[in-house]
């Protein structure tokens, strides 16, 4: 516009500005708009959901170049402001403002004053364009559903749960503060490099009923569970590399790296990071959390797809959702069964568990188990060491943020190891110091192997076990435990799905031994089963490496797919608790939903267009000097390694190794209640004459932990 509509204005005011500069020679070329330069958020609360995202901002010094580039933006921006004033159809960056304006909490006395000026167009033309950008959304939604696009598979769908409350400040009949229950998701179509590996043939809904028809009279072993020869080295390399990084971090670095340990384990099935196409559905209603519930979210998915009812039958839909969600859509699907009508069926559908919500409920799980009883100040549990840590021990299992939770857990694993490490050099008693020193890579190895044989492989722990007093035992089964949420995460943040599995194989057996996992000691074994043995080998990958995705396509930045859909609604909550237009969910639905990624887009680039520079950083969980001072003090003055035999500590009750447990426990239940574990084949689809075995009396009560 500047170049075509008004260049001598621009070239005047771009002079009358870069006068300014010391540096600026008239003449110079006079420069014509480029890529601008970037910006920084200093609100705290915008910085915490940027986080989430591993977005940050750095200031732009104020050099020859950081003025140029405000001065081109200032002149294209005076520009835009006069060729708008003159004819109202050069709205380009006005439709840009007011959209963002809008999103960003903008007032409309604001947005009027600015509109006046020549900034931003009205308000209505903002809403006239977010609800034109709605249906663009439906329309390319329905485009990519088509059947003709991929008949025999349909595009990933995942959901969730969504509950805000709306506000009102007058009530009235029909009018007053409520509670809205809804469901949001998104489409997500397999990359074009997965589907190239793959026999598109064999990714069908015959060949999924093919590979179950079996399940109903399968035999579950629970070696299939245990972990081959292969997966005990890789999780060998797992704890060298976790105590190489706490080495490495804070104590001592190899002179030689190349034939150190290394401080990643090896790699044993990779996830893409190309970039997913990614499509937002509308925000739905959905009634209560309960069967009815999501037979109305599915109805209304079909709706946004643009198929009919039995379209939407006829292909292999795989989904993603909670645990709550699948629990919900396996009853629906036991009430309507037998059904002789495919769209009523809903046999179709197969769903996973959501990686992240997995990962939260079975951690928290875990941590509540070594937790400890705080009111015995001589008790040696989780708590005593969050509290040396600085870390109040009563916020640790809040729900409100997983993520802090995980962060916190590898804090205390990692200052734990570094105990253990600084007895194996016998420097325990000696002043903390977190600068690393160099020491010969062989002495660097030895230490390393040295406290994995002391402090953490299984021999370790079995002679810890038949010690008379539990101090040390209870410390070293927490070390295995916390280990495996600390290798999930880092297999989920580095896309290893196989390193991720090798996990969720342990947490199957430990699930059946750990309380509060009910629901997950069946669903979490089925959902390994299923990718692992029942599928064949095309359609198994194309789920297994769906399950997470790299949003900015960098490796090492993978999220779950159901964590990505948690930033998403972070996103809409932001919006919707600051958009200035009042607490209509109405609105919310049906022109902010669809256009979330748009909306969070334009909230960055206002960073941008003020002169910062955004950056991707990796957030690393470091632990401070102070920290781990006191951290040391309280590890020797209690002796939780148990190296000089006090007596503190000595009567707390014995940790049993959840593992072992979670094996005796399937060993229990064969022998006792069912040989061939008929719990884990329930919920597969199956013909009307087969027999569905009650769940309620072969799973243990206990209290569920899913959000």
């Known amino acids: 516009m500047t170049t075509e509509e008004a260049p001598f204005l621009y070239e005047v005011l771009l002079g009358f500005l870069m006068s300014r500069n010391p540096g600026f020679n008239d003449d110079q070329q006079v420069p014509f708009l480029s890529a601008p330069t970037v910006v920084v958020p200093r609100d705290p609360f915008e910085a915490q959901l940027l986080e989430q995202e591993g977005v940050g901002y750095t200031a732009?010094?104020?050099?020859?170049?950081?003025?140029?580039?405000?001065?081109?933006?200032?002149?294209?921006?005076?520009?835009?402001?006069?060729?708008?004033?003159?004819?109202?159809?050069?709205?380009?960056?006005?439709?840009?403002?007011?959209?963002?304006?809008?999103?960003?909490?903008?007032?409309?006395?604001?947005?009027?004053?600015?509109?006046?000026?020549?900034?931003?167009?009205?308000?209505?033309?903002?809403?006239?364009?977010l609800r034109s950008l709605s249906e663009k959304a439906e329309y390319n939604l329905t485009q990519v559903s088509l059947l003709e696009k991929c008949p025999g598979l349909g595009p990933f769908i995942c959901i969730d749960n969504l509950d805000m409350q709306e506000k009102v400040h007058m009530s009235s009949v029909g009018h007053e503060t409520s509670m809205f229950h809804g469901t949001w998701g998104y489409v997500q179509i397999p990359t074009k490099g997965l589907l190239d590996t793959l026999d598109l043939g064999k990714l069908n809904l015959s060949a999924y009923q093919e590979a179950i028809k079996n399940v109903p009279s399968m035999s579950i072993d629970p070696q299939l569970f245990m972990p081959t020869p292969e997966a005990e080295d890789h999780y060998y390399l797992v704890w060298i590399s976790q105590i190489a990084q706490v080495m490495n971090e804070y104590i001592a670095v190899p002179s030689d790296k190349a034939s150190a340990m290394k401080t990643e384990p090896p790699v044993v099935e990779q996830i893409s990071n190309?970039?997913?196409?990614?499509?937002?559905?509308?925000?739905?209603?959905?009634?209560?959390?309960?069967?009815?519930?999501?037979?109305?979210?599915?109805?209304?998915?079909?709706?946004?797809?643009?198929?009919?009812?039995?379209?939407?039958?006829?292909?292999?839909?795989p989904m993603d959702g909670d645990l709550a969600t699948i629990q919900n859509f396996n009853s629906i699907r036991d009430i309507r069964d037998p059904s002789s009508y495919a769209d009523h069926a809903l046999n179709n559908v197969v769903f996973q568990l959501g990686a992240?919500?997995?990962?939260?409920?079975?951690?928290?799980?875990?941590?509540?188990?070594?937790?400890?009883?705080?009111s015995n100040e001589n008790d040696l549990g989780a708590w005593q060491l969050f509290q040396s840590l600085g870390i109040s021990h009563e916020k640790v299992l809040q729900k409100k943020d997983f993520t802090l939770m995980i962060q916190q857990m590898e804090q205390l694993h990692k200052a734990t190891l570094y105990h253990c490490l600084r007895v194996i050099m016998k420097t325990d008693e000696d002043p903390v110091d977190i600068e690393p020193k160099t020491i010969a890579t062989d002495q660097w190895n030895e230490i390393v192997i040295e406290c994995y044989e002391?402090?953490?492989?299984?021999?370790?722990?079995?002679?810890?076990?038949?010690?008379?007093?539990?101090?040390?035992?209870?410390?070293?089964?927490?070390?295995?435990?916390?280990?495996?949420?600390?290798?999930?995460?880092?297999?989920?943040?580095?896309?290893?799905?196989?390193?991720?599995?090798?996990?969720?194989?342990?947490?199957?057996?430990?699930?059946?031994?750990?309380?509060?996992?009910?629901?997950?000691?069946?669903?979490?074994?089925?959902?390994?089963?299923?990718?692992?043995?029942?599928?064949?080998?095309?359609?198994?990958?194309?789920?297994?490496?769906?399950?997470?995705?790299?949003?900015?396509?960098?490796?090492?930045?993978?999220?779950?797919?159901d964590q990505f859909l948690e930033n998403q609604n972070y996103w809409l909550k932001f919006f919707y608790n600051r958009g200035g237009i009042g607490t209509e969910v109405q609105r919310l639905k049906n022109l902010f939903s669809m256009n979330i990624i748009l909306l969070r887009g334009m909230f960055?680039?206002?960073?941008?267009?003020?002169?910062?520079?955004?950056?991707?950083?990796?957030?690393?969980?470091?632990?401070?000097?102070?920290?781990?001072?006191?951290?040391?003090?309280?590890?020797?003055?209690?002796?939780?390694?148990?190296?000089?035999?006090?007596?503190?500590?000595?009567?707390?009750?014995?940790?049993?190794?959840?593992?072992?447990?979670?094996?005796?426990?399937?060993?229990?239940?064969?022998?006792?209640?069912d040989e061939h574990l008929g719990r884990l084949r329930l919920h597969f689809p199956k013909a009307s004459n087969e027999e569905e075995v009650n769940i309620d009396a072969e799973e243990e009560p206990g209290v569920e932990q899913d959000m």
């Open 60 to 129: 732009v010094p104020d050099d020859r170049s950081s003025l140029t580039q405000q001065a081109i933006h200032l002149a294209a921006t005076m520009c835009s402001m006069v060729l708008f004033a003159r004819n109202r159809r050069h709205n380009g960056l006005q439709l840009q403002n007011a959209i963002r304006f809008l999103a960003c909490g903008v007032s409309d006395r604001v947005n009027d004053y600015l509109h006046k000026l020549g900034l931003t167009s009205s308000r209505e033309t903002a809403l006239d364009t």
């Open 274 to 317: 190309e970039i997913p196409s990614i499509y937002m559905l509308k925000l739905m209603d959905e009634s209560d959390d309960s069967a009815d519930g999501i037979g109305q979210v599915l109805e209304a998915v079909q709706q946004q797809t643009g198929l009919t009812p039995e379209e939407f039958a006829e292909r292999l839909q």
């Open 356 to 374: 992240a919500h997995t990962l939260w409920n079975i951690s928290q799980t875990i941590l509540t188990a070594h937790m400890g009883d705080p």
């Open 454 to 561: 002391r402090f953490c492989s299984p021999k370790a722990r079995d002679n810890a076990s038949r010690m008379k007093s539990s101090k040390l035992n209870n410390l070293l089964v927490r070390l295995q435990e916390f280990s495996t949420v600390i290798e999930a995460n880092n297999a989920m943040k580095s896309g290893d799905i196989g390193r991720l599995l090798n996990v969720w194989k342990m947490w199957s057996v430990m699930s059946q031994a750990l309380k509060g996992l009910t629901h997950y000691s069946s669903y979490l074994p089925r959902l390994v089963l299923l990718l692992t043995h029942i599928l064949p080998p095309c359609l198994g990958k194309l789920l297994r490496h769906n399950l997470l995705f790299s949003p900015s396509g960098r490796p090492g930045h993978f999220v779950a797919k």
């Open 604 to 673: 960055h680039s206002m960073q941008v267009d003020s002169g910062k520079k955004r950056v991707h950083q990796s957030h690393k969980n470091k632990l401070t000097l102070q920290s781990l001072q006191m951290f040391c003090r309280m590890a020797n003055g209690k002796d939780i390694l148990n190296t000089d035999q006090t007596n503190i500590g000595l009567n707390q009750l014995k940790k049993e190794d959840s593992y072992k447990q979670g094996l005796k426990k399937f060993g229990t239940e064969i022998q006792t209640k």
